[in-house]
């Protein structure tokens, strides 16, 4: 008998990013299980941003599997901004994983440059506590009126 592929995962948190390293193999039927894994760390952690880098996985499945894995999230997924990094060949089929789930009402954007992502997550965060200090100056004055 042949070795079972595998995959690993390692996590960290960053200036208030989840990061996620996936390395090694994944085969179709364990996509499931460590689309949980990853969402037991995105639950776990107290982060609205997560960035999941794929570089290190061998071999990719196909639009279907993107398109279907994206609609069919469980509704307990948290809903986080969420930046992919993964290699400059696999840019076409991230480019549709990032339309899919953006189309599915996801904060979701793919990167080849892990700095890139970093950054853009890290302006999502600010854009968010900007909303939020503007949310709470209309509060005051509506409760003041």
């Keep these: 008998m042949g070795k079972k592929p595998e995959y690993h995962l390692s996590t960290s948190m960053r200036e208030g990013i989840i ?39 061998k071999g990719r499945f196909g639009p279907a599997e993107a398109y279907f894995r994206v609609r069919n999230y469980p509704p307990d997924k948290p809903r986080m901004d969420t930046a992919v990094v993964d290699l400059e060949e696999n840019d076409s089929y991230e480019t549709f ?13 793919c990167f080849t440059e892990i700095d890139a992502a970093r950054s853009w997550l890290k302006s999502r965060q600010k854009e968010s506590a900007s909303q939020a200090v503007i949310a709470s100056k209309k509060e005051m004055k509506r409760q003041f009126r």
């Design 97 to 109: 994983h990032e339309i899919t789930a953006r189309n599915a009402g996801l904060s979701f954007k």
């Design 19 to 57: 990061e996620i390293v996936i390395t090694g193999e994944i085969e179709m039927n364990a996509v499931e299980k460590l689309q949980n894994e990853v969402i037991a760390i995105e639950k776990s952690m107290n982060s609205k941003s997560v960035l999941i880098d794929v570089r290190g996985i």
